[in-house]
């Protein structure tokens, strides 16, 4: 087997010197009717790596891939390019199979990364802080609305109407086994409506008010209203950004009185890879910083006074405190950190902005093409890279027949809120660098045919 | 200093060598051994390392009032700049590529780069997590084909697929029990937890909403039954244990805790993070379990990445399947693949006690983790087990002459060794040896865990070492206990080679400065 060392002759001289007569012996404290005698039944026995190679690429080829066809979906996921030496370098041994870096001194490398990467996100955010990742957007939202109870000593937590709903979904499935106080708000029709429910929505029992930016409907939230009625009534917002590119346009929500940020970094490094592995992006103001969950990297100096990196206040942490810990958060998403990180690098502040625009300005090219398709309209005039268009029928089936058609056109508000009927006309798309004049050209011209009824 | 490296025992640069002093280079460089500044500090203005295909038209007005005022304040590379800092980087980093990374508990074996290569088809990489399910089926296959792999190794009902991790996946299982609980009408708010478990197992009750009790282990290392029976009552929801357990030692009592357990009312939760000890050779499902996560960056051996990501499946018992979370994928009638969501959860999932994670779960892993599982097949799984083991109690029988072995006594250990400091000489501990591992070329051990040993050195080799490797990480082990025994100073100052000495954490944590300030600087 080519992945085990030991010869038949290895393993005999090492039982001799155990002082057993056969692995069985070693295995004598499971109880005789647990143990199991030869390979399990019913499963295939190992296979060389072409048969496996084979096996697998004939399941990869079953599906349709973003980048074979044309392509426009968002909804907390997005496909942008990343540069080559991004995967090239997350590939390297010393990042791809280090550990968790509780050796600092042989972990520097991991580490540097992780005060690059926290600086980044707080720059990004515009936060005084970030922390080293969580496992993707949705969890860390929902560790944000446990901090926020935290800092603030109360239990309600206010989500708009244009949070993602399987981000509120989480919440609400977390929240009815720790018994917080979740408000959730449906979405309205323009994000004026949604801005006003939330902030008619805080109360005094307010510890957090968790608004997406921009929002799943593809608006923009007024986060600086939002913050200003949050504390004045001694609550938290809490800005949740699940397309870190719209930052390089957009103001960053630290800036805009956020108290705590948490996003999706997937956008940038880590691709779409069928919904994870994601990354989780979680920064703050600096007096929270012992309230924080997950891990932090900080920087000190070694015994002979050059600075060096290490792991930090970990006294909030399972390891150390137990039952007692601000989250039960062990393992986290370090490679998609570095991932982030290097093609971070790649952009600089400069580049991201200028991707930011070309992603705007592709989004703009598609709802002015989209819309002139009649019972085609778009929801708002201002958006990003992802709007959302209202059509004439549900968009549940026009985005299977336009896959008939070999369009991946979109997200249907009807999957994302199934329960909420007003919504079922909407169809959320998204366009990035990646789409074309004729990815547009092709999606307008199968939208109308599938919109006119025309069989494929 | 006897019988210490004899290659060349330098504790520093710049001592004297044959007479000849060691200069201090210009650029603070040494050879291959390169320091690197933070990306803040290249001076790497102005620069980038993306071209586009066209600049942006104008900015809709529409957008005017939300816009940015200044770019974020972070450098840009170019494409070279940007390799030579991570490569520099990287050779910072100890990874399992560099040698053995005996890690007790966490399990750092070989990452087969077969898996890497099949997780990056585009067929896989590149595909959206909310297409059309038609054009996503191979996707789902994969999932189903996994969870059924897990299903049949731990001979249980069912996989939860979606936890991002093991403390994850612990949450996932615990949430089970209470929605089970719930649906049975009780409110039982206490789990047992034993005091050698992992850290994560008290966080994961708490963060579920329960009570942590804890339940003592006995001198030779396992779950005490008896105290552990004494604390079941109509209050406690479930137990959590982890097995092969955080010694290293198999719980031979698993089947009567969990039928005491279950007699009470309660659930059994195992941490599965040392299931890569009896893959192939144990099925959870036949002692007693109704929940376990398995880490599939320890057992199937996704790679650890510095600190994840992970991913961490959950299996369940009859008892607990129906409440599995949502997005769950199963076979349909029509022997299609399905996934199962809010909008379609119907009767057969509507217990579902909620959703844990935006979209499915770690795709990128489940794909690396069935490359692994078919590369090895049933007989090479088995393999898997019996060689971690196999090495576990070599490295322990080779060592307890010069370390102590706590639960050397008890009988064989499964994958991992314990040792203690317990025998050194006063003021030679656990850390010095860990650090004087460093200088010999190898990754530490896990080191004061599990807590129900002082100065404990947990020692997992994983199956993926050869016997030369093995030898000669026992040669250096040895000589470190060797070196402790003559009170050689020099170990409480090791390591002496790594890119850094031993590093201040009181001074991070007491004033900590977690980004990077162009100010701090001047």
């Not at chain 1, 930052?247 to 009185?257: Q, R, V």
């Not at chain 1, 779409?272 to 592995?277: A, M």
């Amino acid at each position: 087997m080519r992945y085990l060392p030991l010869t038949p002759a290895d393993r005999s001289s090492m039982l001799e010197t155990i002082g057993a007569s056969s692995v069985d012996e070693l295995f004598c404290d499971v109880p005789e009717a647990a143990r199991l005698t030869g390979p399990i039944e019913g499963l295939p026995m190992h296979a060389s790596e072409m048969a496996v190679e084979r096996h697998l690429s004939a399941l990869a080829a079953k599906n349709l891939n973003a980048g074979s066809a044309p392509f426009f979906l968002g909804a907390g996921a997005y496909r942008h390019h990343v540069p080559a030496s991004v995967d090239h370098l997350i590939q390297r041994g010393e990042f791809l199979t280090a550990y968790t870096p509780y050796q600092p001194e042989i972990a520097q490398g991991t580490l540097q990364v992780l005060f690059e990467f926290q600086t980044q996100v707080a720059a990004l955010f515009g936060t005084d802080i970030a922390n080293a990742s969580m496992y993707d957007g949705s969890t860390a939202c929902w560790e944000a609305i446990l901090m926020a109870a935290r800092v603030t000593r109360k239990g309600k937590s206010v989500l708009s109407g244009g949070l993602h709903p399987h981000y509120g979904e989480v919440v609400r499935t977390m929240a009815k086994f720790t018994r917080d106080d979740i408000v959730s708000l449906a979405p309205e029709l323009t994000a004026e409506a949604d801005d006003a429910a939330v902030i008619a929505a805080i109360d005094d029992g307010t510890a957090s008010v968790v608004v997406q930016y921009p929002d799943i409907l593809g608006r923009i939230p007024d986060l600086a209203a939002i913050a200003e009625a949050a504390h004045a009534k001694g609550a938290l917002l809490i800005a949740v950004v699940t397309e870190p590119v719209a930052l390089g346009l957009l103001e960053a929500p630290g800036h805009l009185g956020a108290d705590i940020v948490v996003g999706e970094g997937q956008s940038l490094g880590v691709g779409l890879q069928f919904g994870g592995p994601y990354l989780g992006l979680f920064g703050c103001r600096e007096k929270f910083v012992r309230q924080m969950p997950g891990r932090l990297c900080g920087e000190t100096v070694d015994a002979e006074g050059k600075r060096g990196f290490v792991l930090t206040l970990s006294t909030r942490e399972q390891h150390i405190r137990r039952e007692k810990a601000t989250s039960n958060i062990c393992t986290n998403s370090g490679l998609c950190a570095l991932a982030f990180s290097i093609h971070m690098s790649l952009l600089g502040g400069e580049g991201l902005s200028q991707l930011a625009a070309i992603n705007h300005d592709r989004a703009q090219a598609l709802v002015a093409r989209l819309t002139q398709i009649p019972g085609v309209s778009a929801l708002s005039e201002a958006y990003f890279n992802e709007v959302t268009l209202v059509l004439s029928r549900d968009a549940r089936e026009v985005v299977r027949d336009l896959a008939d058609r070999g369009v991946l056109g979109g997200v249907s508000l009807g999957r994302l809120f199934p329960e909420l009927d007003g919504l079922h006309k909407g169809l959320l798309v998204t366009a990035t660098e990646t789409v074309t004049d004729a990815d547009i050209e092709t999606f307008a011209t199968e939208l109308a045919a599938v919109l006119e009824g025309v069989a494929a | 200093m006897s019988g210490v490296n004899t290659a060349g025992w330098r504790p520093s640069m710049n001592s004297a060598e044959g007479g000849v002093s060691v200069p201090e280079t210009q650029s603070g460089d040494h050879a291959l051994m390169l320091e690197e500044p933070l990306i803040f500090e290249l001076g790497c203005e102005g620069q980038t390392g993306v071209d586009f295909d066209a600049p942006a038209k104008a900015v809709s007005p529409a957008l005017a009032k939300f816009r940015r005022k200044a770019a974020p304040a972070v450098p840009g590379l170019s494409e070279p700049e940007a390799v030579r800092h991570y490569t520099r980087l990287s050779r910072q980093n100890y990874g399992i590529d560099l040698g053995p990374f005996p890690l007790g508990s966490c399990t750092m074996k070989h990452n087969p780069r077969l898996n890497e290569k099949m997780a990056r088809l585009p067929g896989f990489a590149d595909v959206h997590p909310l297409q059309p399910q038609k054009t996503v089926e191979g996707a789902l296959e994969v999932i189903e084909q996994l969870a059924d792999w897990l299903i049949t190794l731990t001979g249980m009902a069912s996989v939860a697929m979606s936890p991002k991790a093991g403390a994850h996946g612990e949450l996932c299982g615990l949430l089970c029990i209470r929605a089970a609980l719930d649906a049975r009408g009780e409110t039982r708010d206490v789990v047992l937890v034993p005091e050698s478990a992992h850290g994560t197992n008290p966080a994961t009750a708490a963060f579920a909403g329960f009570k942590v009790e804890t339940i003592p282990a006995t001198p030779e290392g396992r779950v005490d039954l008896a105290a552990l029976k004494a604390k079941l009552g109509p209050d406690v929801a479930g137990v959590m244990i982890t097995n092969p357990n955080t010694c290293g030692l198999f719980e031979p009592e698993m089947k009567a805790i969990a039928d005491a357990v279950h007699a009470a009312g309660g659930y059994v939760y195992c941490d599965g993070a040392n299931f890569n000890a009896i893959v192939g050779r144990v099925r959870p499902g036949d002692l007693g379990v109704d929940a376990m996560h398995i880490n599939l960056h320890k057992t199937f051996s996704t790679p650890h990445g510095g600190g994840g990501p992970g991913a961490g499946p959950v299996v369940l018992s009859e008892a607990l399947a129906p409440y599995a979370p949502l997005p769950f994928v199963a076979r349909g009638e029509d022997g299609h693949v399905h996934l199962v969501e809010e909008e379609n959860r119907g009767e057969g999932h509507a217990r579902a006690f909620g959703r844990m994670v935006a979209f499915h779960g770690q795709m990128g892993m489940f794909t690396r983790a069935l490359a692994y599982i078919l590369s090895h097949g049933a007989d090479g799984l088995k393999q898997v087990a019996e060689d971690a083991v196999l090495n576990a109690n070599y490295v322990l029988r080779s060592l307890e002459d010069v370390l102590q072995a706590p639960f050397g006594k008890s009988g064989p250990c499964m994958h991992e060794a314990l040792f203690s400091d317990a025998g050194l000489p006063e003021g030679f501990t656990t850390l010095d040896i860990a650090k004087g591992l460093i200088d010999e070329g190898f990754h530490p051990m896990t080191v004061y865990f599990p807590l129900v040993v002082k100065g404990a050195m947990l020692i997992e080799p994983t199956e993926t070492e050869s016997k030369p490797g093995l030898d000669r990480f026992i040669a250096s082990m040895r000589n470190l206990a060797q070196r402790a025994r003559e009170e050689d100073a020099s170990l409480h100052s090791a390591p002496h080679f790594a890119p850094r000495r031993r590093l201040d954490e009181t001074r991070a944590a007491r004033k900590p400065v977690l980004v990077w300030k162009a100010d701090a600087r001047a």
